[in-house]
C-alpha cells in the first residue's frame, strides 16, 4: 500500500478554519456561561460610570498567589502568572468593570472576561483570583484593596509599588 505524502489531511487553510471554528465555539460557552453568574443590581448598561481616581491605573496582587490585576478607569487587565486576561465588552459599550465611589462594583452589561490559554508549569499555582461578576463591592484602605463577592466572601489585593 503506497500512501500519496502530497495530500496532508490539514492542510495550513483548513488548520484555519478548524482554529477559527473552535475560538467562535469557545468564546459562544464563555459569554453564556458568564451570562448565568451575572447579577442585575450590579450590572450597568451605559458608560456613565467610571472607577474611583485613587483605583486609576493602579496595580494589586493577592499575597500568597502569583499573578497581577490592572485597574484603569473602565476595565480590569492583568496575568495570573502564566495567561493573560482583560476584560472586553461585546457590544462596544464603555462601560466595562468599574469600582465606583460609593464602593460598589459595577460590571457592563455585555462585559466578559477574556484569557489566553496556556500550558502552565504546576510552581505558577495558587493564581490570582479573576475579575468576574461575582465581584460586589469593594473597600480601599491604604494599600490594601477587599473585594466582596456576591456569596460573601472577600479576595484581599495589595498595592504594587
Not at 40 to 64: F, K, M, Y
Not at 111 to 118: E, I, P
Request: charged share 15%; hydrophobic share 35%; aromatic share 6%.
Amino acid at each position: 500500500m503506497t500512501q500519496s505524502t502530497n495530500q496532508l489531511p490539514w492542510t495550513p487553510s483548513r488548520l484555519r478554519l478548524h482554529h477559527i471554528g473552535f475560538c467562535v465555539a469557545l468564546a459562544a460557552s464563555c459569554s453564556s456561561a458568564q451570562a448565568e453568574t451575572s447579577q442585575p443590581d450590579a450590572v450597568i448598561s451605559s458608560g456613565t460610570h467610571e472607577t474611583v481616581a485613587d483605583l486609576v491605573n493602579t496595580d494589586w496582587e493577592q499575597p500568597g498567589h502569583f499573578g497581577s490585576l490592572h485597574i484603569d478607569s473602565h476595565n480590569v487587565s492583568g496575568e495570573d502568572g502564566c495567561n493573560q486576561f482583560s476584560g472586553i465588552d461585546t457590544a462596544g459599550e464603555s462601560a466595562g468593570f468599574v469600582f465606583t465611589g460609593n464602593g460598589e462594583v459595577k460590571i457592563g452589561e455585555h462585559w466578559h472576561l477574556v484569557t489566553t490559554l496556556r500550558a502552565c508549569w504546576p510552581e505558577r499555582l495558587p493564581t490570582i483570583e479573576l475579575p468576574s461578576k461575582t465581584w460586589a463591592s469593594y473597600q480601599l484602605k491604604g494599600d490594601t484593596l477587599t473585594v466582596k463577592l456576591v456569596d460573601g466572601q472577600a479576595i484581599e489585593l495589595v498595592k504594587k509599588h
